[in-house]
Nanobody
Framework: QVQLVESGGGLVQPGGSLRLSCAAS????????MGWYRQAPGKERELVAQIASGGSANVVDSVKGRFTISRDNAKNTVYLQMNNLNPEDTAVYYCKALKLTNKRYLEVWGQGTLVTVSS
């Protein structure tokens, strides 16, 4: 069973940076794509950034210019580099992988890592 483990969250001051990691239990090439989502208190979970198996990547407009998604194929890990953080970025950040298996799409989620931006 595929597992995703996020790490790197924590408390950071406004303007600071964090790098989140999402380590997969199998080769990330087995996934159609991977993404980072976040859920702030009282809000729905939203997409932040995604990267396809071919390497194409994008981030949503609200974090463009501040967040970058990347991957290390050898480590089966996807990263989310977050710069110039502001309090509105406070949320639990989740990693998701999409896999096609037995002709069915399978979504795999990590347990989440909390990011708190506060002075």
């Amino acid at each position: 069973q595929v597992q995703l483990v996020e790490s790197g969250g924590g408390l950071v001051q406004p303007g600071g940076s964090l790098r989140l990691s999402c380590a997969a239990s199998e080769s990330i090439f087995s996934f159609i794509g991977m993404g980072w989502y976040r859920q702030a208190p009282g809000k729905e979970r939203e997409l932040v950034a995604q990267i396809a198996s071919g390497g194409s990547a994008n981030v949503v407009d609200s974090v463009k210019g501040r967040f970058t998604i990347s991957r290390d194929n050898a480590k089966n890990t996807v990263y989310l580099q977050m710069n110039n953080l502001n309090p509105e970025d406070t949320a639990v950040y989740y990693c998701k992988a999409l896999k096609l298996t037995n002709k069915r799409y399978l979504e795999v989620w990590g347990q989440g890592t909390l990011v708190t931006v506060s002075s």
